[in-house]
């Protein structure tokens, strides 16, 4: 397809090569070595220039796998342009590698050359690596090296005044195969900045370098935490603000030094270096310095305090949480939590919390439990009391009124025996009257009996006296 627009391109621009003027069309063949290893490659390049068309070839031949390669194909709009052509071949045994360029271009005026060329690249055999992975120099900007630069010295030194922020380090390779790395601009910060040069050897052996720029300060302010000695940072450039703290300023006898606020908590930090060059913080109070430590998990960030347990059930421990080493209380009863009184740095409360190790998590101990734990208790214990009282009190009633009951049960007898003495004794009387009673009655039978029969008797007489008169 390539050669058929070649055609087409070609005859078009011979039709109207009479109208436009254009340079001369032209080439340059090349190859990137003269001389290669055996297993390495080499590139043959062509360079056409003011061809609007083009049609060559590059072949291979001799010691190698072989990269011949054709390329026919025009401009878009017809125009003259520089084109560059190249094919790259791997060398596979000793001898030699020969290139040839053949073909034609032709100019937008129609003007057509033809193009030729032979190349040669000898095969040799491969040199063996270097082994060589020393330095030749090493600069830090204007400033001296201590001690002098040695080949075999891979430590050196520079010091900066404590207003410089960047540093150019530079260094060169003793051999030309050998590679480097850890050159170039560096920002720097007060106290000692460590930066390492390694240098690879083309067979891949390496040798460091190590370059110590110290930002000394001429008037360092040194306080002492906990006996140790750390010098307070003047030049806060490369130092983020802790998370909940905004930069400021604060005095150190006649010195302004860069410092942290907070809006929630009342501290005032100030960034410090210890002789290594490690970074701190410290809450400044008054001349009274105090390590800033915190625990951040979640959305938690808790300032760490030392404070003596209140609760029962807990004993004292060290524990390592977050990059801190920190005094808590391991609860007795169970292994995986301990309490860590601190500062809610969002908030500003003090509290004390509960750190799971297990789940590694940390939060608010519900005073609390054991405080509530020992209300509830009070209260029950009042319960208790209360429950045990009333019963003790219903116990006493009951038996009072057992007792009273009985003594009531033993009256009432007393009485009813009473009674039944003196009916046993009243008996005998009542008996009498009784009988006295029970002879009267007879009597009174008697007598009634007695006058029922004189007035039957009268009754009689009468009834006879009657029947007399009536038969008369």
């Not at 390669?69 to 590698?97: E, H, Y």
């Not at 450039?237 to 998370?243: L, S």
């Not at 606020?261 to 701190?280: I, M, P, Q, R, W």
């Amino acid at each position: 397809m390539k050669r058929i627009k070649y055609l087409i391109f070609t005859i078009v621009v011979m039709f109207m090569g009479g109208l436009v003027v254009n340079a001369a069309p032209s080439y340059s063949f090349s190859t990137s070595t003269s001389s290669v290893e055996n297993g390495k490659k080499v590139t043959a390049t062509v360079t056409l220039r003011n061809v609007a068309a083009w049609n060559v070839r590059i072949t291979s031949s001799g010691n190698t796998n072989g990269c011949t390669q054709s390329f026919a194909d025009a401009t878009s709009n017809g125009g003259n342009t520089t084109k560059t052509l190249s094919v790259t071949c791997k060398a596979t045994s000793l001898g030699a590698i020969g290139f040839t360029l053949s073909g034609d271009v032709t100019s937008s005026d129609g003007a057509n050359i033809s193009v030729s060329g032979n190349k040669r690249v000898s095969v040799v055999e491969p040199r063996p690596l270097s082994q060589n992975n020393y330095l030749a120099s090493i600069t830090v900007g204007d400033y001296e090296l201590t001690p002098a630069f040695d080949e075999e010295v891979t430590e050196y030194s520079v010091s900066v005044p404590s207003t410089v922020n960047e540093v150019k380090i530079d260094a060169k390779v003793k051999d030309r195969y050998a590679s480097l790395t850890g050159t170039g601009t560096f920002e720097v910060i007060e106290g000692a900045n460590s930066f390492k040069i390694v240098v690879t050897a083309e067979n891949g052996a390496t040798k460091e370098y190590t370059v110590n720029v110290i930002v000394e300060d001429l008037n360092p302010i040194v306080i002492k935490i906990n006996g140790q000695d750390y010098t307070i940072v003047k030049n806060i450039k490369n130092i983020t603000a802790p998370e909940l703290f905004t930069a400021s300023e604060t005095t150190i006898g006649d010195t302004t030094v860069p410092a942290f606020v907070s809006d929630v908590s009342d501290f005032v930090l100030v960034a410090l270096k210890d002789s290594e060059g490690k970074s701190f913080f410290a809450i400044k109070d008054g001349e009274n310095y105090t390590l800033y430590r915190t625990i951040t998990i979640g959305n938690l960030i808790l300032f760490m305090m030392d404070k003596d347990c209140p609760f029962e059930y807990f004993e004292k421990e060290t524990i390592t949480v977050g990059e801190y080493e920190i005094d808590a209380y391991h609860s007795i009863n169970s292994s995986d939590y301990y309490l860590i009184y601190g500062i809610n740095m969002a908030t500003g409360n003090e509290e004390w919390y509960k750190y799971d190790t297990k789940e590694s998590t940390l939060q608010r101990y519900e005073n609390n439990t054991e405080i509530k734990l020992k209300k509830d208790l009070k209260q029950y214990f009042i319960v208790i009391l209360i429950f045990g009282g009333s019963l003790i009190l219903a116990v006493v009633i009951a038996l009072l009124s057992v007792i009273i009951a009985n003594k009531k049960v033993k009256k009432a007898k007393a009485l009813i025996n009473k009674n039944k003495i003196e009916k046993v004794e009243k008996q005998p009387k009542i008996e009498k009257k009784l009988e006295k009673e029970e002879v009267k009655q007879e009597e009174k039978k008697k007598e009634i009996k007695k006058v029922s029969h004189e007035d039957l008797e009268k009754t009689v007489k009468i009834d006879k006296n009657n029947k007399g008169s009536k038969k008369k």
